[in-house]
Structures are given as structure tokens and as C-alpha cells.
């Protein structure tokens, strides 16, 4: 019944690290969103994609690579993990148009030692 | 003409009060006005939102309030319950922002039994 779902939820790894957190949203929604939301509980947009198309391509690191498989999944991958990666990651979907809500996941936490 | 301003950083209200949180502009192109709620642990979910034809909604306890000449909507929780405890963010968007909604910092309420 999970309309937005992340894996994994937790996510401990060491620095220089390569790692993904997979999305999903079974609302037939046609756009996906990756957020991060730091210790402050700040949330910055990274990615948005729309029918598989990049639309939102925020000022992050190329470490930082998302891919759209289909308009269901949004996945992120990040290479060489750096103590400031250290956040939780959230995932969101919503119908396309400005006005539409977003719908989050619970979210990835992300610790590098 | 992105910037967002929310305010208070924190607040605390003694159960049965009233609780307001308030949100500053800049982009006059914003046509949609959401309140999202985030419980620790969860992701954030769309509380309460407006459109900018109309000065007021209000569901339940929770009522917008929109100044569209100041550039500021807030959100009012009456008689506000323990289980209001949260983190609120404000997040205009519309307009010419391709899907993308501005997020507010954020404001942690805790009401006291």
C-alpha cells in the first residue's frame, strides 16, 4: 500500500564508499523528486525528473548521478561518499503541473564513518 | 526573487492554544501555497495548501491565511493537541518554477501538555 517507497532506510557505510538508494512510487505519478535534508532539517531539492526526462538538475556534485528507469522509479547513485553526504535522503512524487503535491517517502539515512 | 522566509525557527504553545507559523515571498508569479507537516522519521505530507484567489481556507483546526500585497500566508493550528508536535514547512511554488516548490527552513512546534 506504500505509495512512495525508499530502500534502504538506513544506510551506515565508509568514506570513498559508492552507494544507491532506490525509489519507488506506485501513485502514477509522472514526476520524481530526490531531496536531502540536513541535521538542521533544511530540505534542498536535488533532481527531478519528469516522464524519465532530468527537469531539476540542482547545484550538487557530480558524485551524485540519479536514473529514471521508468517514470515508477527514481534511483540515486553516489560515487566516492564524503563525510558531508551524511544526511537523509528523500524521495517524492507528484502529478505533473505546479500545483500538485508532492508525496514523500520516509526517507534514507545516510551515516559515513 | 526564490527566497523564502519562514518564521519562527521554533515554537512552543501550551496545549489548547494557538499556534502560527508565517511565511514571506518574493516570486509574485507563486500561485500555489502549501503547509507541509513532517513527524520524525517520516517524510514530509501536504497539511493544508491555497490557492492565491482566495484570502483564507480552513480544514478542521488548521486554517491559511494568504496576504497576497505583503507577499505572506501563514498557517494557524487552534487549539493546538500534543500530537501537533512537528516540524512545518512552508513551500510556494507555480507559476514559472517547473514543478518546483521553494522550501521554508522549516519551524519545529512542540505543544506542552
Known amino acids: 500500500d506504500t505509495a512512495v517507497s525508499q530502500t534502504p532506510k538506513y544506510l551506515v557505510t565508509q568514506m570513498g564508499n559508492d552507494k544507491s538508494i532506490k525509489c519507488e512510487q506506485n501513485?502514477?505519478?509522472?514526476?520524481m523528486y530526490w531531496y536531502k535534508q540536513d541535521s538542521k532539517k533544511f530540505l534542498k531539492i536535488m533532481f527531478s525528473?519528469?516522464?524519465?526526462?532530468?527537469?531539476i538538475n540542482e547545484t550538487v556534485p557530480n558524485r551524485f548521478s540519479p536514473k529514471s528507469p521508468d517514470k515508477a522509479h527514481l534511483n540515486l547513485h553516489i560515487n566516492s561518499l564524503e563525510l558531508g553526504d551524511s544526511a537523509v535522503y528523500f524521495c517524492?512524487?507528484?502529478?505533473?503541473?505546479?500545483?500538485?503535491?508532492?508525496?514523500f517517502g520516509d526517507g534514507t539515512r545516510l551515516s559515513i564513518l | 526573487q526564490q527566497q523564502v522566509k519562514q518564521s519562527p525557527q521554533s515554537l512552543i504553545v501550551q496545549k489548547g492554544g494557538i499556534s502560527i507559523i508565517n511565511c514571506a515571498y518574493e516570486?509574485?508569479?507563486?500561485?500555489?501555497f502549501p503547509w507541509y507537516q513532517q513527524f520524525p522519521g517520516k517524510g514530509p505530507a501536504l497539511l493544508i495548501a491555497?490557492?492565491?484567489d482566495v484570502s483564507e481556507k480552513k480544514e478542521g483546526r488548521f486554517t491559511i491565511s494568504f496576504n497576497k500585497s505583503a507577499k505572506q500566508f501563514s498557517l494557524h493550528i487552534m487549539d493546538s493537541q500534543p500530537g501537533d508536535s512537528a516540524t512545518y514547512f512552508c513551500?510556494?511554488?507555480?507559476?514559472?518554477?517547473?514543478?518546483?516548490?521553494?522550501w521554508g527552513a522549516g519551524t519545529k512546534l512542540i505543544i506542552k501538555p
Open positions: 517524492a512524487s507528484s502529478q505533473s503541473g505546479n500545483q500538485s503535491p508532492q508525496h
Open positions: 501513485l502514477g505519478h509522472d514526476t
Open positions: 525528473y519528469n516522464n524519465k526526462e532530468l527537469i
Open positions: 516570486n509574485t508569479a507563486f500561485d500555489y
Open positions: 491555497i490557492r492565491p
Open positions: 513551500a510556494p511554488g507555480g507559476g514559472d518554477s517547473n514543478y518546483q516548490l521553494i
